[in-house]
């Protein structure tokens, strides 16, 4: 059990919470009929077999660079309370889980399933070739929508679009804020990111253009959308507020509060936007 736990706080588990509620919100506002709870339960257990995939694959290609950052020297991972070789087999297994999932979900889910795969694997490994790795997550993000869409219709319509690049430019904008922590290792290193290539101060004006651009994608969704009503668009007013306050918090001349912005704040965005379309697809 102690390397169980070793293993699920490696690989961040709980922060499953990032992409889980954007894509039931997805699913409310997809559905042309209630989809049968197996469908659901199939769609969810997708999702964090992706999300465990994608983690794992970072641990594993980012172990040497992880090694000798003073943040993550002292995961479970590197200090070897968990080999490395349980974190490759997780990457592994969980990559053919979702392969599996998507299979029994539909011809078409199966089809694109290895293109997530080579996303997340390639996710990692992007950071020694370009400054906008952030970009390769995005895609990532951007696909939930777009796979929910073909999980449950067999199709993609112009509202998984749009909820596809409001996710995208969500998780480029907070991935860009999370690599500020690095900032001076990645220089050090010849790691590669945006704030490497463009500084602190312009890098934190690149995540708020990002997030505006989340705001109006979600604004335009529920202007396109034939059963959205008041409830959604109050509730935005209300997510705008925690991506505002978000973006209070980091600043070019003070980033020590950058774990309180990423991990607790933006993590509450997708939980607010889940709530927001439950209670308009409710009332």
Not at 182 to 195: A, N, Q, T
Not at 215 to 240: E, T
């Amino acid at each position: 059990m102690r390397k169980v736990k070793a293993l699920l706080d490696v690989i961040k588990f709980e922060h499953t919470i990032f992409a889980l509620p954007f894509a039931l919100a997805s699913l409310l506002l997809l559905i042309n009929k209630p989809p049968s709870p197996t469908k659901v339960f199939l769609i969810v257990l997708a999702l964090i077999f992706a999300r465990t995939a994608g983690m794992a694959f970072n641990r594993w290609l980012d172990y040497d660079i992880d090694r000798k950052n003073p943040r993550t020297k002292n995961w479970a991972h590197i200090r070897g309370e968990i080999s490395l070789e349980a974190v490759k087999l997780t990457a592994i297994l969980s990559s053919a889980a979702f392969i599996l999932t998507s299979a029994l979900i539909n011809t078409l889910a199966f089809i694109l399933s290895p293109i997530v795969i080579f996303l997340l694997w390639f996710y990692p490994l992007a950071k020694r070739i370009t400054y906008t790795p952030h970009a390769i997550l995005a895609v990532v993000y951007f696909l939930i929508p777009v796979a929910v869409d073909v999980a449950v219709n067999e199709r993609v319509s112009p509202i998984a679009l749009l909820l596809g690049l409001a996710m995208a430019s969500w998780v480029f904008g907070f991935d860009i804020l999370y690599a500020l922590q690095d900032y001076e290792f990645d220089k050090k290193h010849g790691v590669k990111s945006l704030p490497v290539k463009l500084g602190i101060a312009n890098s934190i004006k690149v995540a708020r253009i990002a997030h505006i651009i989340t705001f109006l994608s979600l604004l335009l969704v529920g202007y396109l959308h034939s059963k959205m009503g008041l409830i959604y668009f109050l509730g935005l007013l209300l997510l705008a507020a925690f991506l505002v306050y978000e973006h209070s918090l980091v600043k070019p001349t003070d980033l020590s509060k950058i774990n309180k912005a990423f991990f607790t704040v933006n993590g509450w965005v997708s939980v607010i936007y889940l709530l927001v379309v439950f209670l308009d697809y409710l009332f």
